[in-house]
């Protein structure tokens, strides 16, 4: 669903702020110092950030939101549950209606669910990659650019994640770079959709058991 739906989205927005990026100096060439190198650049991704988020919230709002059934393909995933009865966590409980529903109806119930919810916010994640790239591309011009003479570490190493990581961390995050009301980190924590941003005092009794327990006949 990222690959086929949010990243073809993200593209553009993403070619805009590598385009804003590129020029920028970096290091106090622009006649400042580095640290106000960097905020500029920060102050880049943010704009490119929150042109990404309204840009898709309109087209949520046009109707144009939707995913075509081929984006999310669970058919080999069907396939090798066909004789099964796995146990998916609170995901698998919250959509197994039955203890005699099959995979395949789990499955395809728990699909239109998370279907739903990333539709609803694409903007979120999309945002997201955008800020993302903006601030890879910040550490590709603080260490000099790509390969190995410029100082950067392999990609998908110890060292390359350490450094990315310690980027995402001292940027603006998300919340303040884009306009997400009522929107917080709790509320993507999937591994049940939508239970996250419950108070577990307001979740009913069987709505607990099913958090719990599933709807295994047993307990």
């Excluded at 110092?33 to 087209?59: C, M, P, Q």
């Excluded at 046009?62 to 090798?80: K, N, P, Q």
Aim: aromatic residues 6%.
């Amino acid at each position: 669903m990222i690959d086929r739906w949010l990243v073809p989205l993200a593209e553009p927005h993403v070619r805009r702020v590598y385009g804003a990026l590129l020029p920028l100096p970096f290091g106090g060439g622009g006649g400042g110092g580095a640290d106000d190198d960097r905020e500029r650049a920060y102050g880049i991704v943010a704009e490119e950030v929150r042109g990404a988020v309204e840009a898709v919230e309109a087209r949520l709002r046009s109707g144009a939101g939707s995913i075509s059934d081929g984006v999310l393909d669970t058919s080999d995933l069907e396939l090798r549950c066909s004789s099964a009865d796995p146990n998916y966590g609170h995901l698998w409980f919250k959509y197994r209606d039955s203890p005699i529903d099959t995979a395949r109806e789990v499955i395809m119930q728990a699909k239109e669910a998370m279907t739903e919810f990333t539709v609803r916010n694409a903007h979120v994640y999309i945002g997201a990659l955008v800020r993302r790239a903006g601030l890879l591309m910040l550490v590709h011009k603080e260490h000099g650019g790509g390969g190995d003479e410029g100082g950067l570490p392999r990609q998908n190493t110890h060292e390359w994640n350490r450094l990315v990581d310690a980027e995402l961390r001292r940027a603006p995050d998300l919340a303040e770079m884009a306009p997400l009301e009522g929107i917080t980190s709790k509320h993507f924590v999937v591994e049940r959709i939508g239970a996250s941003c419950l108070s577990w005092s307001s979740v009913s009794a069987i709505e607990k058991k099913d958090i719990l327990f599933g709807s295994d006949a047993g307990v």
